[in-house]
T-cell receptor, first 108, second 116 residues
């Protein structure tokens, strides 16, 4: 079973700061997902990536398949970025293993 | 990607009662997934719901406690039965699509359940 770790567990930043959230996993995968969970509980898929780097607005996700590691970066952070960020990797069948999440608070 | 309507968004329930959560998808999907997220924890898969057959439950979850219905390819319900305070969690349904050879995850908005 894939083990997924994230760091940091909690992160507080000032508006405008550059933020990095890390995810590491134990078993090789085909693709990794980054998810955003808002305080109300809803989850939104941010990225699905299998190699290299993807960018969407102020969000950048990178993955190193050989090192089993992915990072999520937020440039020019804003209070509306405050959420829990979760990485997920495929498991058996169509199941996923979810990381414990990184709780981000961006202060104005 | 698919859009999922989930309800209720939140509820406060008394111990011993049951609550049914509904998920409606705007497209036909073969499998729907039900997750539980206990306070401060990550997501745990409860069961996979297939249309026309019984749901497949993960270890630690049983049909008597979490009965699931899947009457068609766009709808599913999860019931949390005989609730106790330990059932206080966020419950989410999810579907998976395919894009560029990999699975794309879509979640409902979640149902935040508090059991008194």
């Amino acid at each position: 079973k894939n083990e997924v770790e994230q760091s940091p567990q909690n992160l507080t930043a000032q508006e405008g700061e550059f933020i990095t959230i890390n995810c590491s996993y134990s078993v090789g995968i085909s693709a990794l997902h980054w998810l955003q969970q808002h305080p109300g509980g809803g989850i939104v898929s941010l990225f699905m990536l299998s190699s290299g780097k993807k960018k969407h607005g102020r969000l950048i996700a990178t993955i190193n398949i050989q090192e089993k590691h992915s990072s999520l970066h937020i440039t020019a952070s804003h209070p509306r970025d405050s959420a829990v960020y979760i990485c997920a990797v495929p498991s058996y069948g169509q199941n996923f293993v979810f990381g414990p999440g990184t709780r981000l608070s961006v202060l104005p | 990607s698919a859009v999922i309507s989930q309800k209720p968004s939140r509820d406060i329930c008394q111990r011993g009662t049951s609550l049914t959560i509904q998920c409606q998808v705007d497209s036909q999907v073969t499998m729907m997934f039900w997750y539980r997220q206990q306070p401060g924890q990550s997501l745990t898969l409860i069961a996979t719901a297939n249309q026309g057959s019984e749901a497949t439950y993960e270890s630690g979850f049983v049909i008597d406690k979490f009965p699931i219905s899947r009457p068609n390819l766009t709808f599913s319900t999860l019931t949390v039965s005989n609730m106790s305070p330990e059932d206080s969690s966020i419950y989410l349904c999810s579907v998976q699509g395919h894009r560029s050879g990999a699975n794309v995850l879509t979640f409902g908005a979640g149902s935040r359940l508090t059991v008194l």
